[in-house]
Nanobody, 125 residues
Framework: VQLQASGGGLAQPGGSLRLSCEAS????????IAWYRQAPGRERERVAC????????YHLDSVKGRFTMSRDNAKNTAYLQMNNLRHEDTAVYLC???????????????????WGQGTQVTVSS
């Protein structure tokens, strides 16, 4: 049972990356999924999440209009499309999943039981 995050790398400011979070050993259907990020010296913050029931999404204010979270239950994968990247987006990005009934906005990181290993995103010119 694991989550595999991938798609990180080096991007220039204004560039794009697409992160993937693939589940194995369990099905993502029925799970809320979240992307968190952690930069050196900063607390982990929730970037985006998507609910299990109605696929409603939440995005951190600083990424609204630039990042879009989605999910494809048939592929057992969630995505984070990141456009117009900024230096301050540099961080390790982690995905998390849990069977949570309410809108994902109501849940904090400690309520997610499945975590991926993280993928590094570096935005630099």
């Amino acid at each position: 049972v694991q989550l595999q995050a991938s798609g990180g790398g080096l991007a220039q400011p204004g560039g794009s990356l697409r992160l993937s979070c693939e589940a194995s050993g369990f099905t993502l259907g029925g799970h809320a999924i979240a992307w968190y990020r952690q930069a050196p010296g900063r607390e982990r913050e929730r970037v985006a999440c998507i609910s299990s029931s109605d696929f409603s999404t939440y995005h951190l204010d600083s990424v609204k209009g630039r990042f879009t979270m989605s999910r494809d239950n048939a592929k057992n994968t969630a995505y984070l499309q990141m456009n117009n990247l900024r230096h301050e987006d540099t961080a390790v990005y982690l995905c998390a999943a849990e069977r949570l009934a309410l809108s994902c906005i109501h849940y904090n990181s400690h309520e997610y039981g499945h975590w991926g290993q993280g993928t590094q995103v570096t935005v630099s010119s």
